[in-house]
């Protein structure tokens, strides 16, 4: 079967594959987030956040533009030199953009800019002005504010900036009312972010659907034979394809090489009899999705990787139950750390009972990792993962991953040589409903039967 019949055929595995894009968060909502960071913060206090640098690859080539999260949570707005200021309770507009001018010459080069104009018109602010200017605008409005909430010593220039606005303050003639205060604005603004909202949800699932249609046609051209970065290619041309970005470099490991957590050469060659791991993800209008799926490039599992596939499947399927209101972020850990710990004594790898190894953690040397993570603008999103020195209780609207995992080592002369040197991985999305979970990426087959049926179907 051809590439593109292949990846036909199993689109509709998901029912928002043929979705081109997804609706951008609309500008009410941006103002709603505003204005409940600035509940929270009270009037007498200033919020601002600093869009992200441009950043040079080398000499004056710069990296593809990604504006920083927070920023982009709170006005949407794309481009960099940037500082958006919340300033509650101010009477000529609570929320004020400075940023570039329109500049004919520079968008000669660089294309248009929005301007000052259209961050009113376009983009919902209350007053903005030119970021060339904001030396002499800034400080006369964080005058006789509190508390400055801000994302201190993220970035350098921005930090050199926001002491010279206080300096400036100071030297007002007699003597400007300095905030006597700078607090961390992640403390506030990180938890807004934790809770999707039903956009936000929306965004989610089109960029799992992307990912799902990138995995499935990697898995049409990992044969035997070719390359890892040729699997790589394949995946990055369906998520540019769709209007999307990778949401991080994709790891595509072939056989040991997926025992590296965070493998990156991706230059070897695939061979019949080994397992590829693949962790790849797609960001949509900033949001990412993550999945991994591990599978035989031959088209079949052979004992030894199906036995262990099958430990890591049950783990996954376990660690998803946990996904429910009220229960703790770490029960979907130790879900998995528990059947997969039975499943290595079971196979002889470990020599303890469960109970002894868990203890121990000697089911580290083959699991050393944590089975997920809050997703969301950042793959590995903000948000606190104890509250009070206890795990964090599950809600509605939270997003994570479960991604258990095994992982033996090439060298390790523990074991049977057999079991060397294979590496699974199986990831999926979840979002925390009401009443349970949704799978945003369950489009995507895992089980091993479904596996070799879609591979043979190549």
Known sequence: MCRARFVQRHRALNSSASVIGAPAIAPDEFARRRRQLMQMAGEDAVLLVA??????????AAWPYRQDSDFHYLAGFPESDAILALLPGRRHGEVVMFCRERDPERERWHGPSIGTE????????????PIDDIDDILPGMIEGRGRVYCHFGREPDFDAQLLGWMRRLRQLRGGGVVPKEFVALG??????????????????????????????AALSVATPGRREYEVEAELLRVVRGRGAVPAFAPIVAGGPNACVMHYQSRRATLRDGELLLIDAGAELDCYASDI???????????????????????????????VRPGRSFSAAHNAAVRVLTE???????????????????????FYPAKTGHWLGLDVHDVGDYRVNDESRLLEPDMVLTV???????PDDRTVAERWRGIGIRIEDD?????????????????????????????
């Open 51 to 60: 869009a992200a640098p441009e950043r040079m690859r080398n000499a004056d």
């Open 118 to 129: 259209r961050a009113v018109s376009d983009y919902g602010m209350d007053d903005a002005f």
């Open 187 to 216: 403390h506030l603004l990180h938890d807004l972010r934790l809770y999707k909202s039903r956009a936000e949800l929306k965004l989610m699932r089109a960029s799992a659907s992307i990912a799902v249609e990138a995995h499935l």
């Open 292 to 322: 991994s799926r591990t599978f035989p490039v031959n088209g079949r599992y052979n004992r030894e990787q199906r036995a262990l596939y099958e430990v890591v499947l049950a783990a996954q399927l376990a660690a998803i139950d946990e």
């Open 343 to 365: 499943g290595l004594c079971a196979l002889g790898l470990l020599k303890v009972d469960a109970d002894a190894a868990i203890a121990s953690g000697s089911y580290q040397r």
């Open 403 to 409: 991604e258990p995992g095994l992982y033996i080592a």
């Open 430 to 458: 979840v979002a925390v409903t009401r009443d349970g979970c949704e799978v945003l990426t369950a489009a995507m087959p895992k089980s091993a039967d479904e596996i070799e049926a879609l591979l043979a179907s190549r």
